[in-house]
DNA sequence: AGGTTACTTTATAAAGC
DNA sequence: GCTTTAAAAAGTAACCT
């Protein structure tokens, strides 16, 4: 009975610390990538529950912490990519990928793909375009929408397609290189997508 | 119209057996030309086939995994240059070991695009995995037959996980009747 | 700008860390 | 969980001309 005990208690008492060092994380994470409160607490959330449904064991608790920040900004609809929530962690790539699908299995977390209008204001801020260019090109991601180009596409390079678009279409000044830069997608990338917008926006330019 | 079923190709098959006797990889990598052997990165020695095109990775057990034929009568006849080989290196192999067949990957054309957005959500979030983010497809589970399905938005798919050849064609027919009946097919 | 090569995902066995 | 093998799909990226 003693023994029974004891490793309740060292389990609260393990997990308390686990809960502690996780949240530590999720804070410096979130403070790093610039994500609101709620998001900080929502990642919070998800990690207590991945904690309380025993996901942790065989698993790192930066690479969960780091999981959770990416689930959360996304469902808050501030989505933060793949490569710039691995900036701020300390777990790399591909096990960021591996766990957050992981959890949002486990935790059956209905997180949709980040819809690239959801990165526009960030990197169209970053670039200091004008409000206009921001609504031109969170319309022809509409209009991209519509007509169904988006498929298998990142949401990330759509976006910074259309903010280059948007930014040549109200004659403000931005290079592709400028875009690459604040969106961490390559020139030929965003070049590739600037044309499949523009196209699909009126059969034809160039 | 054509039918998605006509387009399905067999892309590998992986398939394992053994040869019932123990083996010293390191005098077989002498013996064999063109037997790749490095014991610090993988047990297994590595033996690529030439005609029917196949690789082999063969074990220190004698167990031997046959992956990168595009069908299962190459398997088995890739195999059979294995076995030939071996016994002409004065190595017993069984008369007529068991092949298994592990697991066949398999391409088709649904023939139209498809709205992955739309399709992970008629699908069921809960048997779908799309990141386009990092990933171009659409995974998705299936139950019945039992088979994973890379969906992309061209229309084009693959199957894989199946162990049989009608697999493809159950998993092409089961896809097609869903996708229909949710709208979302062309 | 284009071309090539290579990496991302899925499944699967094998022996061993 | 990882290591190695093979193959397809389509997107992204690095490197070279």
New binding site residues.
């Given amino acids: 009975r003693l023994r029974k005990w004891n490793e309740r208690f060292r389990t609260r008492d393990s997990k308390e610390r686990n809960l502690k060092q996780a949240l530590g994380e999720i804070d410096r994470m979130a403070s790093a990538l610039g994500l609101p409160d709620n998001v900080r607490e929502t990642a919070s959330v998800i990690y207590r529950r991945a904690l309380d449904e025993d996901l942790l064991p065989g698993r790192s608790i930066e690479g969960v912490s780091t999981s959770c920040v990416y689930a959360a900004a996304r469902m808050a609809g501030v989505p933060r990519s793949l490569d710039e929530i691995a900036d701020v962690s300390r777990v790399e790539k591909?096990e960021i990928?591996?766990t957050y699908?992981y959890v949002v299995r486990e935790l059956k977390l209905e997180v949709k793909p980040a819809d690239p209008e959801q990165y526009v204001p960030r990197f169209a801020s970053d670039l200091e375009l004008s409000e206009e260019s921001e609504m031109r090109a969170k319309g022809l991601l509409k209009n991209a929408k519509e007509k169904g180009v988006h498929s298998?596409?990142?949401p990330v390079?759509l976006a910074a397609a259309a903010v280059y678009a948007a930014a040549l279409l109200t004659n403000e000044k931005t290079t592709q290189a400028a875009v690459s830069e604040v969106a961490?997608?390559?020139e030929?990338?965003i070049?590739?997508?600037y044309h499949e917008l523009l196209e699909a926006e009126d059969g034809l330019v160039a | 119209m054509t039918n998605p079923a006509d387009s399905i190709e067999i892309?590998?098959v992986?398939a394992?057996t053994g040869i019932g006797q123990e083996l010293d990889l390191e005098a077989l990598a002498e013996d064999l030309p063109g037997a790749?052997f490095n014991p610090d990165?993988?047990?297994?020695l590595?033996y690529?086939t030439q005609e029917p095109?196949a690789?082999a990775?063969i074990?220190?057990?004698g167990?031997i995994?046959c992956?990168?034929a595009k069908s299962i009568d190459d398997v088995h006849e890739a195999l059979g240059i294995i076995f030939e080989k071996l016994r002409g290196l004065q190595i017993p192999v069984e008369e007529d070991p068991e092949i298994t067949v592990?697991?066949i990957?398999s391409?088709a054309d649904l023939g139209h695009n498809l709205n992955l957005n739309a399709l992970a959500i008629g699908l069921g979030l809960e048997d779908v995995e799309y990141e386009p983010e990092?990933?171009?497809?659409l995974?998705y589970r299936m139950d019945e037959p039992e088979v994973?399905i890379?969906l992309?938005?061209?229309g084009?798919i693959?199957i894989?996980?199946g162990k049989r050849t009608d697999d493809a064609e159950g998993a092409v027919e089961e896809i097609v009747e869903r996708i229909e009946g949710l709208g979302l097919l062309g």
Avoid: C, E, M
Avoid at chain 2, 41 to 44: A, L, M, T, V
Avoid at chain 2, 134 to 137: A, V, Y
């Fill in positions: 591909a990928a591996r699908r298998g596409k990142s390079g961490d997608i390559s030929v990338t070049r590739n997508r | 892309q590998n992986v394992s790749d990165n993988f047990p297994g590595v690529r095109k690789a990775l074990f220190r057990s167990k995994v992956t990168g592990q697991n990957v391409s990092q990933f171009p497809g995974v994973v890379l992309f938005g061209s084009k693959v894989t996980g």
